[in-house]
């Protein structure tokens, strides 16, 4: 009896445990997601940022008399509240699919007459969707000083 009572309490411990197993298997499995269509290589962001520095920068410092911002930086968790608050706005106004345009700007005078760049929420996502001028724009980012280069 002691074995049997034994065997039947082993086997449902094993069953439970390979339920949970395939419970845990299911239920959590790390998905990778697949990278962007539009991402680059290093190199080609490389080489992106070595044009621009040989087409504008030297100009841009004539012009100024010093050196302007090549970067601005925002962490993940700013941007994607604004994402987020971009998809949830539009969708209050029926636009499904949102675009962002990102703009040059720079700083009056006054502030430190550097570049910036701000994003501006779109109804649509393609090159001739109007701006959404009922959602805010986005700004005020971080930049390296001295810029840094990529």
């Not at 841009?60 to 962490?75: F, H, K, M, P």
């Not at 700013?78 to 499904?96: A, V």
């Not at 703009?103 to 009056?108: T, V």
């Not at 430190?112 to 005020?140: C, H, L, M, Q, W």
């Amino acid at each position: 009896m002691l074995r049997k009572g034994f065997s039947l309490f082993f086997f449902n411990k094993v069953a439970n445990y390979k339920g949970f197993l395939l419970f845990w298997q299911f239920n959590n499995k790390r998905t990778t997601m697949p990278k962007p269509e539009k991402c680059i290589t290093v190199a080609e962001a490389r080489n992106l940022q070595n044009n621009w520095i040989a087409s504008r920068a030297q100009q841009i410092e004539n012009a100024l008399g010093n050196q302007d911002t090549r970067e601005v930086l925002w962490s993940l968790e700013e941007l994607q509240e604004y994402l987020d608050y971009i998809k949830e706005e539009s969708e209050k106004t029926g636009i499904k699919n949102p675009g962002v345009r990102v703009y040059f700007g720079a700083y009056d005078e006054s502030d430190n007459d550097r570049a910036t760049v701000f994003f501006a929420p779109t109804k649509g996502p393609e090159n001739n969707d109007e701006n959404n001028y009922d959602i805010s724009p986005f700004n005020v980012g971080n930049s390296g000083w001295p810029p840094y280069s990529y």
